[in-house]
């Protein structure tokens, strides 16, 4: 069952002038970690409404789970390939289970929705805004998930007194899970990023995945949660849009695999092992030919308002092209902070349509979540957040020729499917 009926409702009661704000408070994605390890007695952070889960995994009896992360698969796409004649996974977990909609966070990116179901903790409490993060203290721009300086060599060559750990305020839980529950983790990642965790499973290619995700639900202890990430889709958006022949066929691609490595799994196991299939964030294709280039000349008073480094140069936007923080600064000419504000305003209302919001106005709106925000958060945060309707606003061209992009607030990124289902049912 694809629970559309509740996608329209979310979407009616979280829109605001076509911006689809986070619903923190109930179908969000930060609530998909602690609603996982709440099925084994764990509390380590919100939960999502009771009819996300019941109908599939309500029943008790649960040894396994199998969280599968597809990034970049949004609930729309998830819509339109469920009927493909070639997916077998997708249909089969609406058939047999449910597909809740929910928000993805805010800023919807891998940068800041990874770290939540890591840490089962809000944006703004984990620290991370975007892909790309001002550290004040550095006095530099950080690659916030490779970690490394912007365009440049890991942050630890640069910087080697900074740890990741300056970065993501709060470490995972996982630790502190297994202490509690006796559940074990696992990290079913690509070998590029597996190092990187000593729970991690590393694989290299789609059918490296499924001998792997086989093997490490089955060899996962008597209690676990195996947590697979998937980034082949995400990438496919990037280069050619969600509506591209690669696109489709690298979205087969991984339905096959996951359910490849789904069959590996003996019918014993099954019959105790959940499966949850959702993703961080979805994409908005845009036109690399009509994205807006803040190197374009017109844009040079809007970087004269930009805060400015030790040696002069200028703080650039950070965030990503479709959630921009621009750092200004405190005074500029005569023109005070507000001044300078309103200024870099009228520049980007011109240039293209957008929400703009003070980092006070965006704090107050919780748009990185409830709860207090730390001053380390709000000193990296910019002080305009801006956050453009339709377009991708950069000023490198590697970032202004993607065709899919998100970090945004449309329907298409901010909708994301949470699919649950019985492995046992699934066959």
């Known amino acids: 069952m694809r629970r559309d009926d509740l996608a329209a409702d979310l979407l009616d009661r979280q829109s605001a002038d076509g911006y689809v704000f986070p619903a923190y408070e109930d179908y969000c994605f930060a609530s998909v970690p602690g609603t996982v390890y709440d099925l084994f007695g764990a509390d380590i952070g ?21 969280v599968l992360l597809v990034d970049g698969f949004g609930y729309e796409q998830w819509s339109c390939h469920v009927d493909d004649e070639t997916m077998g996974l997708l249909p089969a977990v609406e058939e047999t289970g449910t597909v809740t909609p929910l928000t993805s966070v805010f800023p919807s990116e891998t940068a800041s929705a990874i770290p939540t179901y890591h840490t089962a903790n809000y944006p703004h409490e984990h620290g991370v805004h975007g892909w790309f993060q001002h550290v004040p203290e550095l006095d530099h721009v950080v690659e916030a998930l490779p970690f490394t300086t912007m365009n440049g060599p890991p942050v630890p060559e640069v910087y080697p007194d900074f740890e990741r750990g300056d ?20 990290l079913l990642v690509p070998t590029a990023i597996a190092s990187e965790n000593r729970r991690a499973v590393g694989y290299d290619g789609l059918g490296e995945f499924a001998d792997r995700l086989g093997e490490t639900v089955e060899g996962g202890g008597p209690r676990s949660v195996t947590f697979a990430y998937l980034p082949h889709v995400d990438a496919a958006s990037h280069r050619s849009g969600t509506r591209s022949e690669e696109y489709h066929e690298t ?19 099954a019959e105790d092992t959940a499966v949850v299939v959702t993703a961080d964030h979805g994409h908005v294709d845009t036109d690399p030919n009509t994205n807006v280039d803040l190197r374009d000349p017109w844009f040079a008073p809007l970087w004269g308002l930009f805060e400015r480094r030790d040696d002069g140069t ?19 000419g005569d023109w005070t902070t507000e001044g300078v504000e309103a200024a870099a305003r009228r520049i980007v209302d011109r ?21 207090d925000y730390s001053e380390t958060f709000r000193e990296r945060c910019g002080d305009l957040v ?12 590697d970032h202004i020729g993607l065709v899919g992009m998100h970090g945004g607030m449309t329907e298409e990124e901010m909708l994301v499917p949470f699919g649950t289902a019985r492995l046992a049912d699934l066959r």
């Open 386 to 397: 801006v956050v453009p309707k339709s377009k991708g606003v950069w000023y490198e061209a």
């Open 351 to 371: 240039a293209f349509d957008a929400l703009v919001l003070t980092r006070d106005e965006a704090i107050d709106r919780e748009l990185w979540g409830p709860g």
């Open 314 to 332: 200028a703080v650039p936007p950070t965030g990503s092209p479709r959630q921009l923080h621009l750092h200004l600064r405190d005074k500029y």
């Open 251 to 269: 979205l087969v691609g991984v339905d096959d695999a996951v359910s490849r490595g789904l069959s590996k799994v003996s019918d014993e196991t």
């Open 46 to 66: 919100p939960t999502l409404p009771s009819d996300a889960v019941d109908a599939a995994l309500g029943r008790g009896g649960l040894d396994h789970v199998v």
């Open 167 to 186: 970065l993501y305020v709060v470490p995972d839980h996982y630790d502190a899970t297994e202490s509690e529950t006796g559940v074990d983790t696992h």
